[in-house]
Every structure is written in C-alpha cells, then in structure tokens.
C-alpha cells in the first residue's frame, strides 16, 4: 500500500514539475512570440474563415493554449463569449493588453491548463485547440476531456502540426536539450483522426495545407 502511494506521490510530483518546466518556457518565450509574424498568413485566414461559418451569435466558445490572444480576438465579435486559457501568465499579460486597445469585452483569460480549469460538462458550443495538441502530453485524455466539456453537436477546432512530418524533427532533441523547445508528441495526420474517432467524434472537415499541419473540424 505504502508503495502504491508513493508511486502515485512521485508521479503527481512529476507531473507537477514538467507544468512549471513547461509555464517557464512559455512565460520565457512570451514577448518573442508575440513579435514573430504568421508564417503562413493565408492558411490562417481560410482557417479564420472555415472556423467563422460554424459560429453562432449565442454560442459560447472555449480556447485553451490561446497563446497571445490573436485568434480569440479575431473570432469575438462572432460568438456570445470566449474563455480563452493559457499555462503561461506572461502570454495572458500580452493578450489582455491587445484585447483591451481593441476594445473587446466578451472574452476573459484564465491562466491553467485544460485539465486543471473547472468547467461544467457539456458548457461549450465550440472549443479551439490550435497549435496545442502536440505539445501535450497526454493528448488523449485532453481530447477525452475535450469531448466531455462540449454541448452535443459543439465541435472541436484543432491545428496541429504534424511533427513526424517535419524535416528538421531530428534536431527537437538537441533544442530540447538547450532549452529551445518544449516536449513534443509525435504523430501523424492518421493517428490524430483515429484518435478523435476513437473518443466519440466525427470528422466534419479537414484541411492540409501542407505536410507539415493539419486542420480538422471534429464534431460530437
């Protein structure tokens, strides 16, 4: 017994230590980040688009890994409200400010992770996880938790980058190792649609703009 529950012990304290690691990274990375340029602006844009023909004006709108805000921002004037989370204060800091000089009122952030936050199952018409899913590492149990918080027929928008498919993923290690990039999952466009089935949902959309990503609207 007494080995059970210090197993359990060293697991949370583990798990614990890999968030602070990970909230460090991401508060270290936060004003870099807001000052890099969308890569692909086009891509964004019909993702913007695709992700706006479903909204409706009474819908309420989860996003967790918001980042700086940028897309939240973008789809507010489209839906009731936005709850947009992040594990990194520093990330919350930067989209506060640009939600305020453009006056939007009908999203609050909240710093925690997607497990941690308390929300009521089945509180959201839409949730958005954009660019998170592989840095998780449990995605399964996000996605699980995903499916849960969703009203029926709400869906999932999700963009992901497909790391198997990147051609420097044999350099992650070493930037890794120097404190360059966080923990990734690697998977592909297959494993990822298999996953979303397998928890209960349907694939409505998806979308490749390049090997690299893909973008998928999964419906409960």
Avoid at 90 to 115: P, R, V
Avoid at 180 to 186: I, K, Q, T
């Amino acid at each position: 017994m007494a080995t059970s529950i210090n197993k359990a012990f060293q697991f949370t304290e583990s798990r614990e230590t890999k968030m602070k690691d990970s909230q460090a990274f991401w508060d270290d990375t936060a004003a870099r980040y807001a000052k890099n340029p969308i890569k692909d602006i086009d891509s964004y844009q019909k993702k913007l688009t695709i992700t706006q023909e479903y909204f409706q004006p009474d819908w309420s709108v989860l996003e967790f890994g918001c980042g700086t805000g940028s897309t939240a921002i973008t789809h507010a004037p489209f839906v009731k409200k936005i709850i947009a989370t992040d594990i990194s204060s520093k990330m919350l800091d930067i989209a506060e400010q640009k939600a305020k000089k453009e006056s939007i009122k009908n999203i609050t952030f909240q710093q925690g992770t997607l497990d941690k936050l308390e929300f009521e199952p089945s509180s959201f018409d839409a949730i958005l996880g954009l660019n998170i899913l592989h840095l998780l590492e449990d995605m399964d149990a996000a996605i699980s938790r995903v499916y849960n918080l969703l009203k029926p027929d709400g869906i999932f928008v999700s963009s992901t980058v497909l790391v198997d498919n990147i051609n420097w993923r044999f350099l992650i290690p070493v930037m890794q190792f120097l404190g360059l990039a966080p923990f990734v999952h690697r998977f592909g466009k297959q494993e990822l649609l298999s996953r979303l089935t397998d928890t209960g949902f349907s694939i409505d959309q998806e979308w490749q703009p390049g090997k690299e990503s893909v973008f998928v609207i999964a419906k409960k």
